[in-house]
């Protein structure tokens, strides 16, 4: 194997260390210190259904493997193993605090963190979704490219949520339709266009934000009929981004 294809053992360590981190995060609220993330953000009109957060048992279950796989073989299948290892790492490491910060209800700073997370996660799926390195097993790459996209697409979610939740505890109407649909609008478009550039590659990026855009349509249905349209719209047009997406990856092969 190259040496640029691999990379060196203290990063890899580190990763395995963040994903241990941030599965072991939530036993802090879980024991009783301090808040759970759901007690110390706002109830909103466009917050997803309780069961929708589940999906964070995936994301630890593949943070574990990715992070097992790094100090094995320290690889990501991918061009740019050292970057994306960097990446991924900040994302664990801000997932714990996020937490730690949830729990002693520190709102904005916990929006702050998910910010850089989210910008972190996006940074490796443009890496995950270029070549992969030839000269690794192809199962690295399609983990590296599953955990970063599932991540990534939850982070999209989170993001955007976390902020608006931000916004009514400073004082905005939590029952105000307005302010909410800019913000489900932002964060949409923001999905659609991720997706017209990766979705084709990294398929949990668009599927991951249509699982939480349900989780808003469950708690809207019946209630808040423009959100659950909005929601129902921007799964359409997902669908439709993601099947551009992989016509253009056809295309390209095509012409090789």
Do not use: H, K
């Amino acid at each position: 194997m190259a040496a640029q294809t691999r990379v060196n053992t203290s990063l890899a360590i580190v990763a395995l260390v963040g994903a241990i981190a941030q599965i072991l995060a939530p036993v802090v609220p879980f024991a009783g210190i301090g808040a759970s993330p759901n007690e110390s953000t706002v109830d909103l009109l466009i917050t997803p259904a309780g069961y929708t957060f589940s999906i964070w048992s995936v994301i630890y279950l593949l943070s574990l493997v990715f992070g097992g796989m790094m100090v094995l073989t320290r690889s990501t299948g991918t061009g740019a193993p050292a970057r994306v290892t960097a990446d991924v790492s900040v994302a664990f490491f801000g997932a714990a605090v996020w937490i730690l910060l949830s729990a002693a209800e520190w709102r904005w700073i916990t929006s702050i963190v998910l910010t850089i997370m989210t910008v972190a996660l996006i940074d490796a799926a443009r890496i995950a979704a270029g070549p992969r390195d030839p000269d690794t097993p192809a199962w690295r790459a399609a983990l590296t490219r599953v955990l970063v996209g599932i991540y990534a697409g939850w982070a999209t979610a989170a993001v955007f949520q976390n902020w608006a939740s931000d916004v009514a505890a400073a004082g905005a109407d939590a029952d105000a339709l307005g302010w909410q649909i800019a913000i489900l609008l932002a964060a949409a478009v923001f999905a659609i266009i991720v997706t017209l550039f990766l979705g084709g590659v990294l398929i949990g990026y668009p599927l991951t934000v249509i699982w939480a855009l349900i989780g808003i349509i469950v708690t809207a249905a019946g209630e808040t009929p423009t959100v659950a349209a909005v929601c129902l719209a921007t799964i359409f047009v997902l669908v439709i981004a993601t099947g551009i997406s992989l016509y253009a990856i056809r295309l390209r092969a095509d012409n090789v």
